[in-house]
């Protein structure tokens, strides 16, 4: 009668233990980054910003689709570079970067990349699939109308291996180059696509394609690599016209 005593107390004890540790993880799974970290970007961004374009890619070791379906040889797409000037914090839960942005007067699709930085590779090395297996990225359209609005957009001198300037006011976090640009440098095509993501969900890392016609939001960027990046360069782009009062809020955080 003791020994099936003391069993039976055992066996209580251990699924007592279970419990607790299922309940935790469920926590900690449950748990959603808030701007309780520093902020690291806190920027408004006009019209002027746009300076490349109309096109239908985003850079990499060949042109990239702009959107999923998204035909590389159409135009359409005027693009600018945002340094989020973040890493993330790799003791956090959900070791991400948070950028909330606010959009005003835009009428057409506007699209969200991302291109991580290593000061050892000196350049732009890594950014999201676009589409297929793996995909991810985030677009805001709303009320379409015919592209206008861009007077400052110029043609980029290429796809890869090229300099491109930051709207930031205070320019690039890493100016290797003394020109507040960073250096696009993909060795080849398939490579650095497998580690940079965008999520709408801390606790889904590798992200997702997201469309939504919401022009207030919250989105994370984030890495599942073995290298660390120092930074990240949020690409914009937008297919449309902008009004006068345009304007794109941009906040970057580290939760």
């Known amino acids: ?3 099936k005593f003391k069993l039976t107390v055992a066996f209580l004890v251990f699924a007592l233990l279970v419990g607790v540790v299922f309940a935790v993880q469920n926590y900690y799974l449950g748990l959603e980054p808030s701007l309780s970290g520093p902020t690291r970007l806190d920027e408004t961004f006009y019209d002027s910003d746009f300076i490349y374009g109309p096109q239908g890619w985003v ?3 060949s042109k990239l689709p702009m959107a999923p379906g998204v035909d590389v040889n159409s ?3 005027c693009v600018m570079f945002v340094d989020l000037n973040a ?3 790799l003791n956090a839960t959900f070791p991400c970067v948070r950028v909330d942005y606010e959009l005003a007067d835009v009428h057409g699709t506007v699209a969200f990349h991302v291109y991580g930085y290593i000061h050892a590779n000196r350049g732009l090395s890594w950014t999201n699939h676009v589409e297929g297996d793996g995909a991810s990225g985030y677009y805001v359209t709303t009320d379409p109308q015919q592209s206008s609005g861009f007077t400052n957009a110029r043609g980029m001198d290429d796809f890869n291996h090229i300099y491109v300037m930051v709207a930031n006011d205070a320019g690039a976090t890493f100016s290797d180059f003394g020109n507040n640009t ?3 440098k993909f060795e080849k095509e398939g490579g650095g696509l497998n580690s940079l993501h965008i999520t709408t969900d801390p606790s889904i890392p590798n992200g997702q394609v997201t469309n939504t016609g919401n022009m207030t939001g919250t989105f994370y960027v984030d ?4 290298r ?3 930074d990240f360069i949020l690409l914009v782009a937008v297919n ?3 009004g006068e009062d345009f304007a794109l809020r941009l906040r970057s955080s580290v939760p």
């Open 182 to 184: 960073y250096f696009m």
């Open 1 to 3: 009668m003791q020994l």
């Open 87 to 89: 890493t993330s914090n």
């Open 223 to 226: 890495f599942t690599g073995d």
């Open 228 to 230: 660390v990046q120092e």
């Open 75 to 77: 135009g359409g797409y």
């Open 59 to 61: 850079p990499y070791a």
């Open 240 to 242: 449309g016209a902008v």
